[in-house]
T-cell receptor, first 113, second 114 residues
Framework: KAGVTQTPRYLIKTRGQQVTLSCSPI?????VSWYQQTPGQGLQFLFE???????NKGNFPGRFSGRQFSNSRSEMNVSTLELGDSALYLC????????????FGSGTQLSVL | AQSVTQLGSHVSVSEGALVLLRCNYS??????LFWYVQYPNQGLQLLLK??????LVKGINGFEAEFKKSETSFHLTKPSAHMSDAAEYFC????????????FGTGTLLAVQP
């Protein structure tokens, strides 16, 4: 069974641009969560999608958004990039999202210059 | 509000020595607690989880953790460290008891000396 796939692996953008990251969950998993990992703030929950609906949201500004498609693939978008958005963005999937083990992808390393 | 505190951002042990990584939690509801490991340039991998069943939880790669409610702790241990255990370890608590929105500790980087 293939794992969680995140693309691209690395991304370099400049301030003010927008970026879209993609996550393909494990087959059969309907819950997809996104986390931001930085050296200063550690791992922080962004949001979770289940059956194409945002079910949970962390404390991030509206510049961070996401969506989930009918095949459970998910994208997250960051608009008007800031230097502080440089981070490793991790996607995790699970079957239902409750009382389930999370499977993480290898992440997308975003650098904002 | 829920939170976790990992004591010691860096821990160094000798190969074959006991590994002890500390985690204390704060939760107003019965917590779901987790330990994850992250190897360089990789995502997180679940080592073990506590979801109110047995207080001593056995995980992968010889790791185990004991839930102690009286001490609000969930420390991770391994009797004998291997070089391959060198990685960053994260303790996490499930927000509101759910596992799909985790609050992570700041991580402990484990170094294993030959």
């Amino acid at each position: 069974k293939a794992g969680v796939t995140q693309t691209p692996r690395y991304l370099i953008k400049t301030r003010g641009q927008q970026v879209t990251l993609s996550c393909s969950p494990i087959s059969g998993h309907r819950s997809v969560s996104w986390y931001q990992q930085t050296p200063g703030q550690g791992l922080q929950f962004l949001f979770e999608y289940f059956s194409e609906t945002q079910r949970n949201k962390g404390n991030f500004p509206g510049r961070f958004s996401g969506r989930q498609f009918s095949n459970s693939r998910s994208e997250m978008n960051v608009s008007t990039l800031e230097l502080g958005d440089s981070a490793l963005y991790l996607c995790a999937s699970s079957t239902s999202g409750t009382d389930e083990k999370l499977f993480f992808g290898s992440g997308t390393q975003l650098s904002v210059l | 509000a829920q939170s976790v505190t990992q004591l010691g951002s860096h821990v160094s042990v000798s190969e074959g020595a006991l590994v002890l990584l500390r985690c204390n939690y704060s939760s107003s509801v019965p917590p779901y607690l987790f330990w994850y490991v992250q190897y360089p340039n990789q995502g997180l991998q679940l080592l073990l989880k506590y979801t109110s069943a047995a207080t001593l939880v056995k995980g992968i790669n010889g790791f185990e953790a004991e839930f102690k409610k009286s001490e609000t702790s969930f420390h991770l241990t391994k009797p004998s460290a291997h070089m391959s255990d060198a990685a960053e370890y994260f303790c996490a608590v499930g927000r509101g008891g759910a596992t799909n929105k985790l609050i992570f500790g700041t991580g402990t980087l484990l170094a294993v000396q030959p």
